[in-house]
Nanobody, 118 residues
Framework: QVQLVESGGGLVQAGGSLRLSCAAS????????MAWYRQAPGKMRELVAR???????NYADSVKGRFTISRDNAKNTVYLQMNSLKPEDTAVYYC????????????WGKGTLVTVSS
């Protein structure tokens, strides 16, 4: 059974930092593309950052230069370091895995809430 468990969310003031973690189990992590998405109240879920199996990364324009995605295959964990947070970053952040061992199956965590106060 595949599980993606996010942690590290919380309340932070504008300009502050948070580090999100997503621990994966039940998948071949090293051959899974990992990503962070977010969904703000009343808005659609959007891609924040993605990291491929060969550590190639891409980011939403709104977070470039402030957020960094990384992965540790030894720990089956993907991270999202978020700096210079803004109130508009407030959202539920979801971990996503695309498992190539499972023919490209898509998996999601339950999300962690990030609230940035002004």
């Amino acid at each position: 059974q595949v599980q993606l468990v996010e942690s590290g969310g919380g309340l932070v003031q504008a300009g502050g930092s948070l580090r999100l973690s997503c621990a994966a189990s039940g998948i071949s992590f090293s051959i899974a593309a990992m990503a962070w998405y977010r969904q703000a109240p009343g808005k659609m879920r959007e891609l924040v950052a993605r990291i491929t199996t060969v550590y190639r990364t891409n980011y939403a324009d709104s977070v470039k230069g402030r957020f960094t995605i990384s992965r540790d295959n030894a720990k089956n964990t993907v991270y999202l370091q978020m700096n210079s947070l803004k109130p508009e970053d407030t959202a539920v952040y979801y971990c996503n895995a695309v498992s190539f061992a499972d023919g490209g199956m898509d998996y999601w965590g339950k999300g962690t809430l990030v609230t940035v106060s002004s």
